[in-house]
C-alpha cells in the first residue's frame, strides 16, 4: 500500500503532494513501482495535528481519487469520517482505510456495510491532538488485540462483512517506543488473531529514535527507508496481509525475496 499524502502538514511528507496533479502523478508513480493499493488521504494524523474540516478534507481527496480511479489504480481512501467514505467510494475508491476503526464517527460501519467494501479497522483510543495521553499498557499486545476484538465485533454488528476486515494494530497511535517495538516482536499473535493484518511502521517517529545520531538526533524520517524495509521483510515472514509505505518499490522487493524464500520451503 503506497501513500499518497494530499496534506500540507503530514508528519513525514507534509506538502509535497498537496497539489492536485503531483498527488495524481505521486499516485501513478507507486504503482509503476509496484503498489497493490494506492492510499489516498486528506487529513494528518500525526501526533498533535488537529483536525480539517469536511469540506477541505473532501475537496483534498475526491479529485484525486477520481483521476487514480480513472487510471484504474486500486485506490483505497484514507479517512475518519462517513461522508468522505461515502463521496470516496462514489469517486471510485475500493478500501476504507479507518485509523479510528469506526470511533470516530458512528456512521462509518454502517456506510461502508452498505458499499460492501473491505475496511481497515485500527486500533484507536483518541485524536491525534492528544493521543499520547493514553499510552498506557501493561500488555501492549494483549490489550491492543482485545480492543480490536471488540472493534470487529462492533463493526459487524452494525453491517460490515467480517470477511472484508483488515486489522491494523496504529503503530505511533496512542504508543510510545516501546509499544510499537512490543507490537512488532509479536506480530504474529497480531495475525493469529485471523483477520488480515496491515503494518504501516513507514517513517514513523520511533525508528527515527531508534537510529538517532550520537548526540540525540533522531534520523530524518526519508532517512528512515532503510530501517522500514526490515520490518516490511519481518511482516511477511509473520504473515502479514499488507505494508502501508511512502517507498514502494524497495519494500515490494523485499516482499518478493520473502515469498521466493518460502516458496523454496514448499
Known amino acids: 500500500m503506497g501513500v499518497v499524502n494530499v496534506t500540507p502538514d503530514s508528519f513525514s511528507d507534509g506538502g509535497e503532494w498537496f497539489d492536485h496533479d503531483a498527488a495524481v502523478r505521486h499516485?501513478?508513480?507507486l504503482v509503476a513501482e509496484g503498489a497493490d493499493i494506492v492510499d489516498v488521504g486528506g487529513e494528518s494524523t500525526r501526533p498533535g495535528a488537529q483536525r480539517v474540516s469536511l469540506a477541505e478534507e473532501?475537496?483534498?481527496v475526491v479529485p484525486v481519487i477520481e483521476a487514480l480511479t480513472a487510471e484504474g489504480v486500486p485506490v483505497s481512501v484514507d479517512t475518519m469520517r462517513a461522508e468522505v467514505a461515502e463521496a470516496a467510494l462514489t469517486a471510485g475508491a475500493r478500501l476504507v482505510n479507518d485509523v479510528s476503526g469506526g470511533l470516530a464517527d458512528p456512521q462509518m460501519p454502517q456506510v461502508v456495510g452498505r458499499a460492501g467494501v473491505p475496511y481497515v479497522v485500527m486500533h484507536w483510543r483518541g485524536h491525534s491532538s492528544d493521543m499520547q495521553n493514553r499510552a498506557h499498557y501493561?500488555?501492549?499486545?494483549?490489550?491492543?488485540?482485545e480492543e480490536l476484538r471488540?472493534?470487529?465485533?462492533?463493526v459487524v454488528a452494525e453491517g460490515v462483512d467480517p470477511g472484508l476486515l483488515v486489522l491494523d494494530p496504529?503503530?505511533?497511535f496512542a504508543k510510545r517506543p516501546e509499544h510499537n517495538w512490543g507490537l512488532l516482536r509479536r506480530m504474529d499473535e497480531l495475525v493469529g488473531l485471523g483477520v488480515p493484518v496491515l503494518i504501516g511502521a513507514s517513517r514513523k517517529r520511533f525508528l527515527g529514535r531508534l537510529l538517532a545520531a550520537p548526540d540525540g538526533t533522531p534520523r530524518s524520517f526519508a532517512e528512515s527507508d532503510d530501517a522500514t524495509l526490515a520490518i516490511t521483510a519481518l511482516a511477511a515472514t509473520a504473515g502479514v496481509w499488507c505494508v502501508?509505505?511512502?517507498?514502494?518499490?524497495?519494500?515490494?522487493?523485499?516482499?518478493?525475496?520473502?515469498a521466493a524464500m518460502e516458496a523454496a520451503g514448499g
Open 150 to 154: 471488540k472493534r470487529v465485533d462492533s
Open 27 to 29: 499516485g501513478l508513480e
Open 170 to 172: 496504529g503503530l505511533g
Open 244 to 258: 502501508r509505505v511512502h517507498r514502494v518499490r524497495p519494500n515490494a522487493d523485499a516482499v518478493r525475496v520473502v
Open 58 to 60: 473532501l475537496r483534498r
Open 138 to 145: 501493561d500488555d501492549v499486545v494483549r490489550e491492543v488485540s
